[in-house]
């Protein structure tokens, strides 16, 4: 059973730093953010899938002379 905890809806994405409701259905419309799930008949994410989609994404590698480098 899915519990309301374990699943993100635009609101929760937001405070996340994903972007609006607009900036969101945006980037899943162009394929560069994981596609919500109907449940119970809102759209929603699941945390677990969520998750993996984050971890699966390209890590930004920068170059020793970069200011970012550690």
Do not use: C
Request: no cysteine; charged share 30%.
């Amino acid at each position: 059973m899915i519990h309301e905890k374990d699943i993100y809806r635009y609101p929760d994405l937001e405070r996340m730093g994903y972007g609006n409701r607009s900036t969101i259905w945006g980037l899943v419309k162009d394929g560069k953010f994981l596609a919500p799930r109907e449940i119970g008949n809102r759209p929603g994410w699941l945390r677990g899938e969520l998750e993996a989609w984050k971890a699966s994404r390209p890590q930004i590698h920068y170059g020793n002379d970069h200011p970012l480098a550690a």
